[in-house]
Every structure is written in structure tokens, then in C-alpha cells.
């Protein structure tokens, strides 16, 4: 990340009031409880990272992007994830911020296929 993109982050993050204790999960419980339920799913990589391999559906914005781009994701529970889980928390966070109900996907993306989830390259 560019020193640019993190001081814009830092400074989108500043605005919030506290961080948001989201939900944190696992892949492997993201697996058993996503094919019980219709969720949002956000990836917040960057975007060559993200092209190399992602979670098949996710909606792509990466963290530096999310707060000013909020209004484009579709109503309902958004579940965020990253490549370790510190974007995911961050994310889940500014979500949570614009009212949104939010789980962080708190693991390894590499994690995600051998935990059964469909993975596909841009």
C-alpha cells in the first residue's frame, strides 16, 4: 500500500467514534454458515490481489476504497474479509460505523479453499 493510500485510510478512520466490536469468524465456519444464509461478501485486498484469487462472488472494494464507496453494496449482512484479517476488522469496522451488519472474516485467505470455499481468478 502507498504511503498515500494508508495516510487516506488513517484519516477515513479517524472519523470514527470508537472501533466496532463486529462478529469474527474462521473460513472453515464462513463455509458451514454461508451456505446457510444469503450474505454480502466484501473483499477489501487490493485490486492484484484480489485478481490472483478470490472468493467466487465477492464484491470487490478495496479497504483504502470502502468508506466512500458504502452506498454501492446491496442491502443486507455484509461479511468482510482480507488476506490475514487486519483489513477485515478495519472494514468491518467502517461498516458497522454506516450502520451496516457486518462479520469480519478473521483468517487467512489462503485458508478459504482448503476450507471449501469456491475461489476463482479474475
Known sequence: MTVMRTLLLLASLAVLPQAIDAPRISQQ???KLV???TVIVVDTR?????EAGHI???VHIPLH???GRVAELPPGEVWVHCESGYRSVLGA???AAHGRSVV???DDFASAAAA????ERA
Open 93 to 95: 469496522s467502517i461498516l
Open 46 to 50: 487490493v485490486e492484484d490481489v484480489y
Open 116 to 119: 471449501g470455499l469456491a475461489v
Open 35 to 37: 451456505a446457510a444464509r
Open 104 to 106: 469480519s472474516v478473521n
Open 65 to 67: 476504497e470502502l468508506p
Open 56 to 58: 467466487a462472488g465477492a
Open 29 to 31: 465456519d464462513f463455509k
